[in-house]
């Protein structure tokens, strides 16, 4: 069986214990896996109490081909350079595109963090409002992270690297936002 993109060597080949978890076979001949569970713990800390673990079954190209348009639609925000859907509980990109001179997986997992950490300071502090983005803002570029909170969709977030130079950031905002309402798991 071929290892799954995007995961660590030891899960991918299977000899981590339980935390990647194959159940089943892409409709292609090739041997790529189109479910899988991937538990949190072996990574990262457990989810903030309150908030929902989005750790989840991935299954079915109907699911990974809405991801990819959705990846389309943000990548086709001016001034995008990257684009990512993010399960922040484990840190694993469901879907990611564009080339931002950076390894988007490695950001995904390493901003998992951040929504996680803000997610837990509010919790101590007794907010209740749920986030709707966050802008880290470097030299070069702004970095949008976007928390989605529907009902399809709750446990993931859509991180946006946009150029400084050639985006608009109000109006990636807003485009942003129309896609983020589109997408479900």
Do not use: C
């Amino acid at each position: 069986m071929s290892p799954v993109v995007g995961l660590p060597p030891e899960i991918a080949d299977g000899s981590a214990d339980a935390v990647a978890d194959p159940v089943g076979k892409g409709e292609s001949d090739d041997e790529s896996i189109s479910e899988w569970t991937i538990t949190q713990d072996y990574f990262w800390p457990a989810v903030p109490e309150g908030a929902e673990s989005a750790t989840r079954n991935v299954k079915g190209k109907h699911h990974m081909s809405s991801l990819d348009e959705a990846i389309k639609q943000l990548l086709s925000i001016e001034g995008a350079t990257g684009a990512a859907i993010v399960d922040y509980a484990s840190g694993m990109a469901l879907a990611q595109g564009g080339n931002p001179s950076f390894d988007l997986g490695i950001a995904a997992a390493g901003n998992s963090n951040v929504v996680r950490a803000k997610l837990a300071t509010m919790s101590e502090l007794g907010v209740t409002d749920e986030i709707d983005d966050i802008l880290i803002t470097l030299s070069s570029q702004y970095h949008l992270i976007n928390v989605l909170n529907t009902q399809g969709s709750n446990g993931l977030f859509i991180y946006l690297v946009l150029s400084r130079t050639s985006a608009n950031l109000a109006l990636a905002r807003h485009k942003l936002k129309a896609v983020s309402s589109q997408i479900a798991v």
